[in-house]
């Protein structure tokens, strides 16, 4: 049971981070444009999300260098990379000219990403850690609906907008 609630806490701090932030946003956009706007709301915390998740790549480094397969090179500076990648698309979802670009390119990373937490969960990463004692496949379980959640959700906030 404790495997299971760790693999909840662990999945659960970017959910919980942009459910949090969207709230947050609602009420911090009411008062200034005197109005609800939901899809900036939406972009405001899917931004901050995306800077809690970028953190990680410099964190958690070693771990998340596990992530990548062998045939991948340089793979402290492609973490690096990527971590500098969600910071700038958080950025372009807040910039008018950029967020409907920023929207596309966020919802092709994250499918691009998947990969990488499919391989992590089959060799059984622990991204905190720096280990081989991951969650394993369940993880997948938690991960998948997630990730479709960020897409719907980049997709909604910033190519449909509510």
Same mark, same amino acid.
Request: hydrophobic content about 55%; some cysteine.
């Given at each position: 049971?404790?495997?299971?609630?760790?693999?909840?806490?662990?999945?659960? =701090?970017?959910?919980?981070?942009?459910?949090?932030?969207?709230?947050?946003?609602?009420?911090?956009?009411?008062?200034?444009?005197?109005?609800?706007?939901?899809?900036?709301?939406?972009?405001? !915390?899917?931004?901050?999300?995306?800077?809690?998740?970028?953190?990680?790549?410099?964190?958690?480094?070693?771990?998340?260098?596990?992530?990548? /397969?062998?045939?991948?090179?340089?793979?402290?500076?492609?973490?690096?990379?990527?971590?500098?990648?969600?910071?700038?698309? !958080?950025?372009?979802?807040?910039?008018? =000219?950029?967020?409907?670009?920023?929207?596309?390119?966020?919802?092709?990373?994250?499918?691009?990403?998947?990969? !990488?937490?499919?391989? !992590?969960?089959?060799?059984?990463?622990?991204?905190?850690?720096?280990?081989?004692?991951?969650?394993?496949?369940?993880?997948?379980?938690?991960?998948? /609906?997630?990730?479709?959640?960020?897409?719907?959700?980049?997709?909604?906030?910033?190519?449909?907008?509510?």
């Amino acid at each position: 049971m404790n495997f299971v609630n760790e693999l909840k806490e662990d999945l659960m =701090k970017p959910l919980l981070v942009l459910l949090s932030s969207f709230v947050i946003a609602i009420f911090i956009v009411k008062l200034i444009y005197n109005h609800y706007d939901f899809a900036l709301s939406a972009r405001i !915390a899917m931004s901050i999300m995306l800077c809690f998740t970028a953190m990680g790549h410099f964190v958690y480094t070693k771990g998340m260098s596990m992530m990548i /397969p062998e045939f991948i090179p340089l793979k402290t500076s492609f973490v690096h990379l990527t971590g500098v990648f969600e910071i700038l698309l !958080a950025m372009g979802l807040l910039i008018p =000219k950029l967020q409907l670009i920023s929207g596309w390119t966020l919802i092709l990373f994250l499918v691009l990403m998947l990969p !990488a937490n499919i391989y !992590a969960a089959i060799h059984q990463v622990n991204y905190q850690k720096g280990s081989f004692d991951g969650h394993g496949l369940t993880y997948l379980w938690f991960r998948i /609906p997630l990730q479709v959640l960020f897409i719907v959700w980049a997709y909604i906030s910033s190519i449909r907008m509510l």
